[in-house]
């Protein structure tokens, strides 16, 4: 029997349908991804689905003790509260017991162990009662899901809701929505804010949830290792395709070629009859009247056909070109405390170069960026700035958009035009290239969605010449089709680009190289993207691989002593290696060099990719080698 089932269901905000007789089904074990445009109705159907929405027209159907968890967009609010008691409200009622029992520990804590004072015995009956209401609710499992969730993504349990910043506030949304272990659960923008171990975390976690999934992301690199089925929202209309991702792009190509070539066919159908009907008295003969009225059905038709809304048009003005150096540190640090965020770090970054920064939140990847740009001084070290430098910081402009003022007030400050790339051009049309309809314009900023929100972010950032462009996080809430035109635009941008984000996906479309916070400080470049950084790191430095148990770590140690010494050949290639190793090393230092060049991909897209073979194959010569040398070592030591 399914989750959930919708038979025609129709919902309408004014003259806008977000759903129009649209059929769903969702089936345990399923893993659906729902994909369409910012403000088509995704979140919409949601909350259809929990229940909290009432469609127009048609029917919902879902089985009887239904259990639903929803992770919605907006924040949790404080109140007061820890975010134990937060992430326990997933749980209902067991929530609050299980909250009790943890504030009644901590009091335990804090009380003076003495068995006359009255408090610490009223205390200590309080926890029995508790301990006998959890075991009768199979409470105890959930406390241990609880406990794992929260040390999984980071959270600390006796922190007030208020003090968090909002990507803390998002985590702890995320561990309300997956401690209950619903049936169905519903996640709106999961990775929002999450680092990339988090998001492998929730990656794995999801990978082995055993109830249905229907999810929406921006994070393409999620939605293809998830998704056994995508269903599309677009005009109206729900469309399912199973299958993967890539599956779904070749099949949604040719449905929209179909579309398209059925659409010119009514079009010149309509247009010979319009054309019949002007010839006047043949057209209202008796025996025409029948042609008469399949006219007007053809043109109530034309007027319900729902055209494909159009693309996000960016466009951004590099103004003049900045001098060949862009910026240069030298063994810079910074440290807040006894702890060093960054430690003798070195960067020489030339024009055109595209880097991201990688690493957990609050590592200081924004300290870094600020280091860079000149905002902060180091503790020591230097930091020197090309020449013509004209920068444009994506994350400064969050706090320059006024709530209270219209789109267009936000961008053009009482103009009726704006310049991009030296020419004028309307405030109305320029924000049209952004998918914002002239009433949606002048709307006051508080209104608009996330993603509209950071649509308005991009079109204020382009109207700034600027050839060294700062983006932190620029991702978050843009749907899949804007954020590939973007990835387009700072491919073929002319500038130099520093990039903040944890989309795996947009690292290795857009950058030629990663600086990656390593712990203790250290930040260590590679050249590539997130995947090309995964294949060269030091083993060593491996994020997120679990360590070895203590039995795990006793059989190691037992088969080293067993190990034989080495034969003839074995000591030989012992002997051997380290000079093979070296050439390489020396081989792969070549091609990094290669793939530095900021225009090899332009110039020579198909060297590029020679290139980056050869790279791969280098590198996986270089583990096995590593690999190889390291058991020969052990074996005489």
């Given amino acids: 029997m399914p989750l959930i089932s919708f038979e025609k269901v129709s919902i309408a905000f004014g003259h806008h349908a977000l759903l129009d007789a649209a059929d769903l089904t969702i089936e345990a074990g399923e893993r659906v991804c729902l994909i369409g445009r910012n403000g088509a109705g995704k979140s919409t159907l949601m909350q259809i689905i929990r229940g909290t929405i009432l469609p127009d027209d048609g029917v919902v159907r879902r089985p009887s003790g239904l259990r639903i968890a929803y992770l919605a967009q907006d924040l949790p609010s ?238 951004l003005d590099t103004g003049q070109a900045s001098g060949k150096l862009v910026i240069e540190a030298e063994n810079i640090g910074k440290s807040y405390g006894d702890a060093p965020l960054i430690k003798d770090f070195s960067l020489r970054m030339l024009r055109g170069d595209r880097i991201g920064l990688i690493g957990p939140n609050g590592v200081g990847k924004t300290t870094l960026l600020r280091l860079l740009l000149g905002e902060i001084e180091p503790d020591k070290g230097t930091v020197r700035h090309g020449t013509k430098l004209q920068v444009a910081y994506f994350d400064q402009l969050r706090a320059h958009l006024d709530p209270e003022r219209s789109v267009i007030d936000n961008i053009a400050d009482g103009s009726d035009t704006v310049t991009i790339n030296g020419k004028s051009k309307h405030i109305i049309s320029y924000l049209g290239d952004f998918l914002f309809a002239p009433e949606r314009a002048r709307s006051p900023v508080k209104s608009l969605s996330g993603g509209e929100c950071n649509r308005l972010l991009l079109a204020r950032l382009f109207t700034q010449p600027a050839n060294l462009l700062v983006m932190d996080e620029p991702t978050n809430d843009l749907d899949i089709e804007t954020l590939e035109l973007l ?96 050439e390489l090393e020396d081989e792969q230092a070549r091609l990094h060099a290669a793939l530095a060049q900021a225009d090899i991909y332009q110039r020579d897209p198909q060297g590029f990719n020679a290139v980056t073979q050869q790279l791969d194959a280098i590198n996986a010569e270089l583990r096995v080698a590593y690999t190889r040398w390291d058991k020969l070592e052990s074996s005489v030591k």
Wanted: charged share 30%.
């Fill in 78 to 315: 404080g109140a007061g509260r820890t975010v134990f008691d937060a992430v326990a409200e997933g749980l209902g009622s067991l929530g609050t017991i299980l909250g009790a029992y943890h504030h009644t520990i901590a009091l335990l804590g804090a009380e003076p162990a003495d068995g006359q004072d009255a408090t610490h015995d009223a205390l200590l009956e309080r926890m029995h009662d508790l301990q006998h209401e959890l075991e009768a609710q199979d409470g105890w499992r959930f406390q241990q899901r609880m406990e794992t969730i929260l040390d999984r993504l980071n959270l600390p349990a006796d922190k007030l809701l208020d003090e968090l910043s909002g990507g803390w506030k998002r985590r702890v949304a995320l561990a309300q929505a997956l401690v209950s272990e619903p049936d169905l659960l519903l996640l709106d923008e999961p990775t929002n804010h999450l680092d990339i171990e988090a998001i492998q975390w929730l990656e794995e976690l999801l990978l082995n949830f055993t109830g249905g999934l229907l999810f929406i992301t921006h994070d393409r690199t999620l939605l293809k290792h998830l998704a056994t089925r995508i269903v599309e929202l677009d005009r109206g209309q729900l469309s399912s395709w199973p299958g993967d991702y890539e599956h779904y792009l070749q099949k949604k190509q040719e449905n929209l070629a179909v579309e398209a070539d059925h659409a010119a066919k009514f079009d010149k159908r309509l247009a010979q009859e319009e054309v019949w009907i002007r010839k006047g008295i043949q057209a209202r003969r008796t025996r025409n009247e029948g042609r008469v009225r399949a006219l007007y059905a053809l043109r109530e038709e034309h007027a319900r056909r729902r055209t494909q809304a159009g693309k996000v048009r960016l466009d």
């Fill in 487 to 582: 990835e387009e635009l700072l491919v073929s941008y002319q500038g130099t680009l520093l990039l903040v984000s944890h989309d795996r996906a947009f690292l290795d479309n857009v950058v030629t190289s990663v600086l990656v916070f390593e712990g203790q400080g250290r930040v260590n470049e590679y050249v590539g993207g997130y995947e090309d950084w995964l294949r060269q790191r030091p083993r060593q430095t491996d994020a997120g691989l679990p360590k070895a148990s203590a039995a795990q770590t006793e059989v190691k140690t037992a088969a080293k002593n067993a190990r034989p010494k080495l034969a003839y050949k074995e000591q030989r290639e012992l002997e051997t290696l380290p000079a093979r190793i070296e």
